[in-house]
Protein backbone atom coordinates (compact mmCIF):
# COMPACT_ATOMS: atom_id res chain seq x y z
CA UNK A 1 0.00 0.00 0.00
CA UNK A 2 1.75 3.23 -1.33
CA UNK A 3 -0.28 6.25 1.02
CA UNK A 4 -2.53 3.97 3.49
CA UNK A 5 -3.30 8.07 5.27
CA UNK A 6 -0.51 10.11 4.56
CA UNK A 7 0.21 12.28 1.48
CA UNK A 8 3.03 12.52 -1.44
CA UNK A 9 4.31 9.16 -1.20
CA UNK A 10 5.60 7.20 -3.97
CA UNK A 11 7.15 3.93 -5.45
CA UNK A 12 8.73 3.97 -8.58
CA UNK A 13 9.83 0.86 -10.32
CA UNK A 14 13.06 0.86 -12.87
CA UNK A 15 15.78 -0.55 -14.89
CA UNK A 16 13.94 -3.64 -14.67
CA UNK A 17 12.80 -4.24 -11.59
CA UNK A 18 10.01 -6.24 -9.77
CA UNK A 19 7.50 -5.22 -7.29
CA UNK A 20 5.71 -8.24 -6.42
CA UNK A 21 2.28 -7.25 -3.50
CA UNK A 22 1.10 -10.25 -2.09
CA UNK A 23 -1.54 -9.81 0.19
CA UNK A 24 -0.19 -6.74 1.16
CA UNK A 25 -3.42 -3.77 1.77
CA UNK A 26 -6.47 -4.67 1.80
CA UNK A 27 -9.17 -7.02 3.14
CA UNK A 28 -8.98 -9.33 0.00
CA UNK A 29 -4.98 -8.60 -0.76
CA UNK A 30 -5.53 -6.23 -2.97
CA UNK A 31 -2.76 -3.10 -3.62
CA UNK A 32 -4.07 0.51 -3.16
CA UNK A 33 -2.28 3.89 -4.27
CA UNK A 34 -3.94 6.37 -1.56
CA UNK A 35 -6.03 4.60 0.98
CA UNK A 36 -7.67 6.56 3.73
CA UNK A 37 -9.81 10.27 3.04
CA UNK A 38 -6.57 11.69 4.00
CA UNK A 39 -4.02 10.04 1.56
CA UNK A 40 -3.41 12.33 -1.50
CA UNK A 41 -1.51 12.87 -3.75
CA UNK A 42 0.64 9.14 -3.66
CA UNK A 43 1.81 7.81 -7.19
CA UNK A 44 3.16 4.64 -8.55
CA UNK A 45 5.24 4.99 -11.69
CA UNK A 46 6.26 1.60 -13.85
CA UNK A 47 8.44 3.22 -16.13
CA UNK A 48 10.74 0.73 -18.76
CA UNK A 49 10.50 -2.61 -20.47
CA UNK A 50 10.97 -5.26 -17.57
CA UNK A 51 9.91 -3.10 -14.64
CA UNK A 52 6.71 -4.87 -13.43
CA UNK A 53 4.40 -4.33 -10.15
CA UNK A 54 2.75 -7.83 -9.59
CA UNK A 55 -0.17 -7.82 -7.45
CA UNK A 56 -1.79 -10.46 -6.11
CA UNK A 57 -5.28 -8.87 -6.58
CA UNK A 58 -7.18 -6.12 -7.26
CA UNK A 59 -5.38 -2.40 -7.59
CA UNK A 60 -6.85 0.33 -6.63
CA UNK A 61 -6.11 4.06 -7.16
CA UNK A 62 -7.23 6.49 -4.69
CA UNK A 63 -9.52 4.53 -2.55
CA UNK A 64 -10.89 6.69 -0.48
CA UNK A 65 -8.18 9.27 -1.59
CA UNK A 66 -7.95 12.52 -3.94
CA UNK A 67 -5.04 13.01 -6.23
CA UNK A 68 -3.75 9.85 -6.18
CA UNK A 69 -1.71 8.37 -9.63
CA UNK A 70 -0.01 5.10 -11.36
CA UNK A 71 1.90 5.73 -14.30
CA UNK A 72 2.58 2.73 -16.57
CA UNK A 73 5.25 4.08 -19.46
CA UNK A 74 8.10 2.61 -22.02
CA UNK A 75 6.82 -0.86 -21.60
CA UNK A 76 6.67 -1.13 -17.94
CA UNK A 77 3.68 -3.99 -16.88
CA UNK A 78 1.24 -3.72 -13.94
CA UNK A 79 0.24 -7.13 -13.50
CA UNK A 80 -3.02 -7.74 -11.03
CA UNK A 81 -4.02 -11.24 -10.24
CA UNK A 82 -2.21 -14.73 -9.03
CA UNK A 83 -1.26 -15.21 -12.56
CA UNK A 84 -0.34 -13.71 -16.11
CA UNK A 85 -3.40 -15.84 -16.81
CA UNK A 86 -6.24 -15.02 -14.56
CA UNK A 87 -6.45 -11.09 -14.58
CA UNK A 88 -8.07 -9.46 -11.83
CA UNK A 89 -9.76 -6.10 -12.21
CA UNK A 90 -8.93 -2.52 -10.33
CA UNK A 91 -10.43 0.68 -9.56
CA UNK A 92 -9.91 4.23 -9.90
CA UNK A 93 -11.66 6.61 -7.06
CA UNK A 94 -13.85 3.84 -5.40
CA UNK A 95 -15.40 6.05 -2.81
CA UNK A 96 -17.16 8.86 -3.02
CA UNK A 97 -15.17 11.04 -1.15
CA UNK A 98 -12.36 10.07 -4.18
CA UNK A 99 -11.62 12.72 -6.70
CA UNK A 100 -8.97 13.75 -9.41
CA UNK A 101 -7.43 9.87 -9.08
CA UNK A 102 -6.00 8.88 -12.57
CA UNK A 103 -3.87 6.04 -14.06
CA UNK A 104 -2.13 7.06 -17.40
CA UNK A 105 -0.70 4.50 -19.85
CA UNK A 106 1.59 6.25 -22.32
CA UNK A 107 2.44 4.06 -25.22
CA UNK A 108 0.84 0.72 -26.37
CA UNK A 109 3.84 -1.57 -25.16
CA UNK A 110 2.70 -0.53 -21.99
CA UNK A 111 0.49 -2.83 -20.03
Not at 34 to 42: K, M, T, V
Not at 67 to 89: C, H, K, M, Q, T
Amino acid sequence: MIGRSGAGNSLVISDHGLVHSWGASLFDGSSCVGYDSGSSNNSVFVTDPGSVWKNHSAVYVGFSGCGNSLVISNGGRVVSGPSEFLDVSGEVGVNSGSSNNSVLVTDPDSV
